[in-house]
């Protein structure tokens, strides 16, 4: 196996992976998308709103800023998100006990109010009581008061997982793909630079003697080449044991984090398997 | 009425970008540069900023009592 790093940047990685099965890969793209936990806003208490934006309206947008959870994913791991969960579900079925409640969340306030001018409210103006958990960006507009308009709010954040819904979601972008290989029939080519034309990576470069491939990585294999070229001396295929796994954060955790985590989860749940199959060894086969 | 937090279809936090966006985009400079600039790459992000009108700087008014 050999895994490399094609990219990174503050908020995306792009890994080059070999000898790795896709469904792995695959694996470990949906875990960062739906298992991956971070925090958000999970309840509001509206004590007051008279802006224009209706209070479900406020409380969503609030669910819907990403705050940092680098820390928090340690820090508030107990209880598991799946008994915070059952907290906040409005049917109620066996409750954990309140002290358990209080230990997974957090309490953030918004208050404004326009006196005599037009006020923007930011995420920034977020106060959190916990100095880890906070809006990744302070410039996102929450809602824009009129003067003698006010809101005041107490906002209840919570780990979660994309599962449940998606403002969990770490990622905003979690995908995998192919790498190709790009094969020129030279004796039917007649470097006519079609295949150049229409190549929307700008993959491919004309030399006096033949195509070059300048970056096959950047290959997404759309096959336009092959349409383009007019003697059938193009071929594109996918390689079968190399992929790369593209990963964008929505700022929550970092983009290693969320590779690293997701990775976490899926040992973790096949070492439970592991020890239960260790756990059957010796049994006897009986008959059903 | 007010640009929404995130991309509706993939979740990318657009919102923190509005700002800059529309700033520069009043002092006449061209949307497609701008975004660019501002690292929006997917046309779903992209649309969500280029067809947002902020109504709610009118709207507002009509609730004051
Ligand atoms: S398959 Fe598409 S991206 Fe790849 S070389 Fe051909 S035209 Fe370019
Ligand atoms: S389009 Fe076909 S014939 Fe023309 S340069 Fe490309 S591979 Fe060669
Ligand atoms: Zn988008």
């Keep these: 196996m050999n895994v490399s790093l094609r990219r990174i940047a503050d908020n995306a990685i792009e890994i080059l992976i070999q ?34 934006l209706f209070d479900e309206i406020l409380a969503h947008r609030l669910a819907m800023i990403p705050l940092y959870s680098e820390v928090a994913i340690r820090k508030y791991a107990e209880p598991p998100p799946e008994v915070c969960a059952k907290c906040t579900a409005s049917e109620a079925e066996e409750k954990p006990p309140a002290e358990v409640c209080k230990k997974c ?15 923007v409210v930011y995420s920034g103006d977020i106060k ?82 033949e195509i070059k491939v300048r970056d096959i990585y950047e290959c997404i294999l759309c096959k336009q080449c092959i349409n383009a070229c007019p003697n059938k001396a193009i071929d594109v295929v996918p390689k079968s044991d190399e992929y790369i796994l593209y990963i964008e954060s929505s700022g929550a955790l970092k983009p290693a984090t969320i ?26 086969v009986t008959a059903q | 009425m007010i640009i929404p937090v995130r991309c509706f279809t993939c979740g990318y936090p657009i919102a923190a970008k509005w700002e800059e966006f529309i700033e520069r985009v009043k002092r006449g400079e061209d949307p497609k540069k701008v975004l660019d600039d501002l690292g929006i790459k997917r046309y779903c992000c992209r649309r969500m900023l280029l067809s947002h009108v902020d109504l709610l700087r009118e709207a507002m008014y009509y609730t004051v009592r």
């Design chain 1, 128 to 209: 959190s009581e916990d100095p880890d958990v906070y809006p990744v960006y302070n410039n996102i507009p929450i809602v824009i008061l009129a003067p003698g308009q006010k809101i005041l709010l107490e906002l209840r954040a919570r780990l979660g997982r994309g599962l449940e819904h998606a403002k969990w979601s770490p990622a905003t972008v979690a995908v995998s793909r192919y790498v190709a290989t790009i094969e020129v029939d030279k004796k039917r080519c007649n470097l006519c630079g079609k295949c150049v034309e229409v190549c929307p990576r700008k993959v491919l470069e004309l030399s006096n003697t």
């Design chain 1, 19 to 52: 000898g790795l099965p896709l469904p792995i890969i695959n694996a470990i793209r949906r875990y960062a998308l739906a298992k991956v936990p971070t925090m958000a806003v999970d309840e509001v208490a509206i004590i007051a709103n008279t802006s224009a």
């Design chain 1, 105 to 119: 969340f957090v309490h953030l306030y918004l208050e404004a109010e326009a006196v005599d001018r037009e006020i």
């Design chain 1, 259 to 284: 590779v690293r985590e997701a990775a976490n989860i899926l040992i973790s749940e096949l070492e439970e398997l592991l020890r239960k199959v260790v756990e059957w060894r010796g049994r006897k």
